[in-house]
């Protein structure tokens, strides 16, 4: 990321600002390209979007229409994806338990 200025903000914060004064959760490429066009390079959106994602611990959805990015959606994520995996162990089964329990199941009908 570029090196910015000590009380300059970041790109990706100047477009979480102008989510926040759209009062919207959804922003669309052309509102930011004409509210923001001038103080960013808006073939670096997308990796604004990831700083986001990355640095507010918000969740990004592109809005797409095809192939194409029309918008994006702000996703607030009450605890972070981290907090919700703790604790939990997936251990994989061997095929032998699992070809015990499709016989059990496929015999008791």
Avoid at 51 to 72: L, N, T
Avoid at 83 to 91: E, M, R, W, Y
């Amino acid at each position: 990321m570029a090196k910015v200025k000590t009380g300059e903000k970041k790109q990706y914060e100047k477009i979480l600002d102008l989510f926040q004064s759209m009062g919207s959760d959804t922003l669309m490429v052309a509102e930011i390209k004409e509210k923001l066009g001038d103080e960013i390079k808006m073939y670096r959106l997308s990796t604004y979007m990831y700083d986001i994602k990355k640095y507010s611990k918000q969740a990004i959805v592109p809005i797409r229409e095809g192939k194409k990015v029309m918008g994006y959606k702000l996703v607030k994520m009450t605890t972070p994806l981290s907090q919700k995996i703790t604790g939990v162990a997936l251990v994989p089964a061997t095929v032998t338990e699992v070809a015990d329990e499709v016989t059990s199941e496929v015999e008791t009908e």
